[in-house]
């Protein structure tokens, strides 16, 4: 029995402080196309998934993303089926400043975001998706080459999410450190950090079990497109 915010944490966020950011109304919602793919129903029944169904797009895909793989949605096809890890965390491990400088990052710097994303493929990563929480980075001679931020927002807990490396700038550390500072920021507001990342990859889970996350439970992702 799911009892538990981050059992549901897309249907958490999107009606608690996703909700400026969705559409869909009812039993069902998304979030704005232009700030990611993602997408709940309130529950099983047949009224819910029906509300569901109207919000896949004919062009395009929704994510969901559940602790229990959902039941089929009329109208749609599977388009990709995936076991990820949720971790969470509730202490950090010690360590030292990071050795490298980091920035805030701002609207300027969302076109840098989307193409560091589009080359890493850190997670579903759009036009506006940076505007979901605040983003951390680090750049090189002016470019942006490391970057993590913040994404679902279900009540008491903030993802770490968008933690993404420029293939050219690997090996410094970048990716641990800058999750690390999200995941501290998000304790300061007295909220507890957590994070996804796909099954089969553990170097990413090991990573993330380095910095003080554990394994939760698994999920179940799957990407829906018009049938």
């Known amino acids: 029995m799911l009892t538990h915010p981050l059992d549901r944490p897309v249907w958490g966020s999107l009606t608690t402080r996703w909700a400026p950011f969705a559409q869909g109304e009812g039993p069902a919602r998304r979030l704005l196309p232009d700030h990611g793919p993602f997408a709940a129903a309130a529950d099983t029944s047949d009224a819910s998934l029906a509300a569901l169904s109207a919000l896949v797009p004919a062009q395009g895909a929704i994510v969901l993303i559940e602790g229990e793989p959902p039941p089929p949605v009329p109208g ?58 605040d983003f951390i980075g680090v750049k090189v001679d002016g470019k942006l080459v490391a970057m ?21 700038h690997r090996g410094h550390g970048y990716a641990g450190g800058l999750s690390r500072i999200v995941a501290q920021r998000i304790f300061d507001r007295g909220e507890t950090p957590f994070l996804h990342a796909f099954a089969h990859n553990t170097a990413a889970t090991g990573l993330y079990e380095t910095l003080g996350f554990s394994f939760r439970r698994l999920m179940q992702m799957r990407v829906l497109t018009r049938a």
């Open 76 to 133: 749609s096809a599977v388009h990709q089926a995936e076991a990820i890890w949720q971790m969470a965390c509730e202490r950090l491990t010690e360590a030292p400043a990071p050795a490298f400088a980091w920035a805030a990052l701002a609207e300027a710097d969302a076109l840098e975001m989307l193409a560091l994303a589009t080359l890493t493929r850190p997670g579903p990563f759009v036009e506006r998706t940076h505007r979901l929480g």
């Open 148 to 168: 993590a931020g913040e994404r679902m927002k279900p009540a008491g807990f903030t993802e770490v999410s968008g933690v993404c490396t420029h293939p050219d």
